[in-house]
Nanobody, 119 residues
Framework: QVNVVESGGGSVQAGESLRLSCAAS????????MGWFRQSPGKEREFVAS?????????NYADSVKDRFTISRHSRLSTVYLQMNNLKPEDTAVYYC???????????WGQGTQVNVSS
């Protein structure tokens, strides 16, 4: 029983910033990894970034967003943030948050939040 909810999407011009949030909630679960994928019309869903709940908070970024996006997590809650700076038109997509559950490795997805970047 896990629910995943994203927020923070919107429309901006190139060079501006957005901060996405994602909260996972439910009973009797533990977070292993949380992160983000995105999908544009006519394209495959692609990985964006992730962060683990291990002691070293392992980070992963797609090359296309490295040095522009920063993923972080709450100190104790199953909540993740994606700070997106210097946005580009090619960042336009629906951004989907996910949580990977400890113990079974299942990935639970949110409904997505739209990000539009105009030139």
């Amino acid at each position: 029983q896990v629910n995943v909810v994203e927020s923070g999407g919107g429309s901006v011009q190139a060079g501006e910033s957005l901060r996405l949030s994602c909260a996972a909630s439910g009973r009797s679960f533990a977070t292993y990894v949380m992160g983000w994928f995105r999908q544009s019309p006519g394209k495959e869903r692609e990985f964006v970034a992730s962060i683990s709940w291990s002691g070293d908070s392992r980070l992963n970024y797609a090359d296309s967003v490295k040095d522009r996006f920063t993923i972080s997590r709450h100190s104790r809650l199953s909540t993740v943030y994606l700070q997106m700076n210097n946005l580009k038109p090619e960042d336009t997509a629906v951004y989907y948050c996910y949580v990977t559950i400890q113990g079974n490795g299942r990935r639970v997805w949110g409904q997505g939040t739209q990000v539009n970047v105009s030139s």
